[in-house]
């Protein structure tokens, strides 16, 4: 199994650029959700999905879009990148179930995003 | 302990000593936690967990333990060694902690010393 895979890793846009980016996991998850991560802050639920069709929104949602049309597949789109949006997306997978036990979330590599 | 501010904590040890790593949780609901270590350039991984109704989980070369009373979470690696140099954070999980449940730490940054 290659896990939850992310591209690019890396990616640099000017304000006001549009982009996707890609997350795939080969795991058969139900549940797959995207993460920022900016320095001294914890990771933060942008949006998150619990099956194909089905997304929500997280914490901080706003300038980001989620679909879900694939159980492997859950791209997010930056609609008008800024500035703010500079930062370390982590794209994570886990099973959909009741138990706490299924909370142990697999994470793919990161994209580095800088927007200027 | 946990970062409150835009620095990571950070504890240096010593190779083959044992290291212990704190987190304060700020729900008293939080029924599950969760230990993550994440090294540089790579995306978080799940080290262990532990129930509330537990004070004490052990893994391989690392245990987990929980005071509810204090609301204090530690990670214990023993024998520590260069591999173990990331930063680890915990996470909580109680049924209002964002939309998913979890909410994360900030970290700690754990330097091994040769």
């Known amino acids: 199994n290659a896990g939850v895979t992310q591209t690019p890793k890396f990616q640099v846009l000017k304000t006001g650029q549009s982009m996707t980016l890609q997350c795939a996991q080969d795991?058969?998850?139900?549940?797959m959700s995207w993460y920022r991560q900016d320095p001294g802050m914890g990771l933060r639920l942008i949006h998150y999905?619990?099956?194909?069709?089905?997304?929500d929104q997280g914490e901080v949602p706003n300038g980001y879009n989620v679909s879900r049309s694939t159980t492997e597949d859950f791209p997010l789109r930056l609609l008008s990148a800024a500035p703010s949006q500079t930062s370390v997306y982590f794209c994570?997978?886990?099973?959909?179930?009741?138990?706490?036990?299924?909370?142990?979330?697999?994470f793919g590599p990161g994209t580095r995003l800088t927007v200027t | 302990g946990e970062s409150v501010g835009l620095h990571l904590p950070t504890l240096s040890v010593q190779e083959g000593d044992n290291s212990i790593i704190n987190c304060a949780y700020s729900?008293?609901?939080?029924?599950?936690f969760i230990w993550y270590k994440q090294e540089s350039g790579k995306g978080p991984q799940f080290i262990i967990d532990?129930?509330?109704?537990?004070d004490k989980r052990q893994g391989q070369r690392v245990t987990v333990l929980l005071n509810k009373t204090v609301k204090h979470l530690s990670l214990q690696i023993a024998a520590t060694q260069p591999g173990d140099s990331a930063v680890y954070f915990c996470?909580?999980?109680?049924?209002?902690?964002?939309?998913?449940?979890?909410?994360f730490g900030k970290g700690t940054h754990l330097i091994i010393q040769p």
């Open positions: 795991m058969n998850h139900e549940y």
């Open positions: 994570a997978s886990r099973r959909m179930t009741m138990a706490r036990s299924s909370y142990e979330q697999y």
């Open positions: 996470a909580e999980i109680h049924s209002g902690g964002g939309a998913d449940g979890l909410t």
């Open positions: 729900n008293s609901a939080s029924d599950y």
């Open positions: 999905s619990v099956g194909a069709g089905i997304t």
């Open positions: 532990i129930r509330s109704n537990m």
